[in-house]
């Protein structure tokens, strides 16, 4: 799943797309990367981020939703509103990524109503509570894998009683949502263990989203290029992220994860392909 944020406030690439071309010059880059779905949002959600009226997130994102679909592309629209939700499905749009874990019901029925897919992703309030990147308390969680999932679940039974059944969602962790950085770590940590207690009750794809987010910084907390002598580097900045962000998709993949939500899709795309052809096996010649 490769990002187009129609935002001028992402976290890693606020504005590079906002332009109308740009965005759909950045469609076509992710088409050509390999790219099997394309995640379009017109509303930031990072840490500390305001809600952006509907009116104003259709004004962004419609028309390259519409331009994705022509294009033959798998398209997701990041938001909790069922009103975006709405007018992007009847423009081509195939699922619709809810990073509120059903806050707003009406999604649900939207979503039914269309026979699209749902996307739920793991939260306990906007991001607008957030206080910072990773900023959650430690002990908001007993075993952040068992209560994330069995939040979910409830999410899930709400919106199948809305009438979106279970093999029409998407299950998402919520990297970075309501969560301290050592509990997005432990998510990914413990993917495989993730994966198979939301397939007990029936088998849902799983979603991870880690791409240049913050908590990938308890790795590799500073920038590469620290002036020599500098006590304090600042933090590694979103782009600085790439290594990180292959090797936690490589370690989903292995775990079991289904889709992985990124940034850099064709070198992702080619860290997971070389992963599969090393480990096929080889007549000998």
Same mark, same amino acid.
């Given at each position: ?80 509103? #069922? %009103?975006?939700?709405? +007018? ?7 699922? !619709?990524?809810?990073? @509120? /874990?059903?806050? &707003? $019901? ?43 999932? #069995? %939040?979910?679940?409830? +999410? ?7 009438? !979106?059944?279970?093999? @029409? /969602?998407?299950? &998402? $962790? ?61 933090? @590694?900045?979103?782009? &600085? ?45």
């Amino acid at each position: 799943m490769g990002i187009c944020n129609v935002t001028p406030d992402s976290f890693s690439d606020g504005g590079r797309f906002f332009d109308r071309d740009a965005a759909r010059a950045r469609v076509d880059e992710l088409i050509a990367a390999g790219a099997d779905i394309i995640d379009v949002g017109g509303e930031s959600t990072r840490p500390g981020s305001k809600a952006v009226p509907a009116r104003e997130q259709i004004a962004r994102v419609l028309h390259v939703v519409q331009y994705a679909a022509e294009r033959g592309a798998c398209v997701s629209i990041d938001t909790t509103s #069922a %009103e975006v939700a709405a +007018a992007c499905l009847d423009v081509g749009a195939h699922a !619709v990524n809810d990073v @509120s /874990l059903l806050a &707003d $019901p009406d999604l649900a029925r939207v979503v039914a109503g269309s026979g699209g897919c749902l996307v739920l992703s793991h939260a306990r309030g906007p991001q607008e509570r957030m206080s910072g990147y990773g900023g959650w308390p430690l002990g908001a969680y007993d075993d952040v894998v068992v209560d994330v999932v #069995a %939040e979910w679940e409830r +999410a899930a039974a709400r919106a199948n009683e809305l009438g !979106v059944p279970r093999a @029409s /969602l998407v299950m &998402d $962790p919520g990297l970075g949502f309501s969560k301290a950085s050592r509990h997005s770590f432990e998510l990914l940590r413990r993917a495989s263990q993730l994966v198979a207690a939301v397939s007990a009750n029936g088998a849902v794809p799983v979603l991870f989203g880690a791409s240049r987010k913050s908590f990938l910084t308890l790795v590799d907390p500073q920038r590469p290029h620290a002036e020599a002598g500098e006590a304090q580097a600042p933090r @590694s900045e979103p782009a &600085d992220r790439e290594g990180a962000s292959i090797a936690a998709a490589l370690h989903a993949v292995r775990a079991g994860v289904h889709i992985l939500r990124v940034h850099d899709v064709r070198a992702t795309r080619q860290a997971i392909d070389m992963e599969i052809v090393l480990g096929t096996p080889r007549r000998k010649i």
